[in-house]
């Protein structure tokens, strides 16, 4: 009899065990539901693990709604949000509020983490002379993007650099190659996030920029919200990218 007691005492400690170190944060991820709002048109929703796009055709379910929205990656509280042409934002009295800040709107059943960040020159150019040169283009090609944020993305207390460098849509020239990429460098390791590249066709190709930098599932790492931007009326590009240590992995995209 004392042996069976000892052996069902093991049992509850070994399942204690488990649902502590593994079923308690599982359980914890399932619970999680977020509600992302992006540039013009882009709704993602994460529920149960799972993100998906909301379409177009129930954009105007979230037409005075209350969200946290972010410009700038500077919090400016809960507002109500209505849409037409772009996501447009108003004070609980529903007055106007205008922008013209990077926006997004985000409603989640946890406390949203959005880390501030800043866009800078890299006047290096290390980056983007190796760039050039892959693409058989000149040093001294235009460029309408060579920039750097400073953040630590991955919350391991030291900074990453994210590069964003670009020829998309260039003003004085038409180079043989169009490109744009976004990378990461972490402990002298390269890690991409986007790269696009397309021959002889100056309005092709977008323009990429990082909108957002949160944590859109509650598991203390952070995500990145991507935006790129194209030629014209055409919708800009939304994706959004976990970086799991190794690589980086699209988690949805407008496209």
């Not at 406390?111 to 960040?117: L, S």
Request: net charge negative; charged share 25%; aromatic share 14%.
């Amino acid at each position: 009899m004392k042996r069976y007691i000892i052996l069902i005492i093991v049992i509850l400690l070994f399942g204690f065990s488990l649902y502590y170190f593994v079923g308690k944060d599982s359980i914890k991820a399932q619970k999680v539901k977020t509600t992302i709002l992006l540039n013009n048109d882009t709704v993602f929703e994460y529920n149960n693990r799972s993100w998906i796009k909301v379409n177009d055709s129930y954009i105007n379910d979230y037409n005075w709604k209350e969200f946290d929205v972010f410009l700038d990656s500077t919090y400016k509280g809960k507002k109500l949000v209505w849409h037409d042409d772009q996501w447009y934002i108003f004070d609980k009295n529903k007055n106007a509020v205008n922008y013209n800040e990077r926006f997004i709107g985000v409603k989640a059943n946890y406390e949203i983490n959005v880390k501030d960040f800043e866009i800078i020159s890299d006047e290096d150019n290390g980056y983007a002379n190796a760039l050039l040169s892959e693409y058989h283009l000149p040093a001294t090609s235009e460029l309408t993007s060579n920039d750097k944020v400073i953040v630590d993305i991955d919350n391991d207390g030291e900074n990453e650099e994210i590069y964003i460098i670009s020829n998309t849509f260039p003003m004085d020239t038409e180079p043989d190659t169009i490109f744009s990429s976004v990378f990461m460098i972490k402990n002298n390791q390269k890690y991409q996030i986007f790269e696009q590249h397309h021959q002889d066709d100056v309005y092709s190709g977008c323009l990429p920029y990082i909108n957002s930098i949160l944590d859109v599932d509650n598991d203390d790492n952070y995500e990145i919200v991507l935006t790129c931007a194209r030629f014209s009326a055409q919708e800009p590009i939304n994706i959004l990218y976990k970086f799991d240590k190794t690589k980086f992995t699209k988690l949805i995209s407008n496209e």
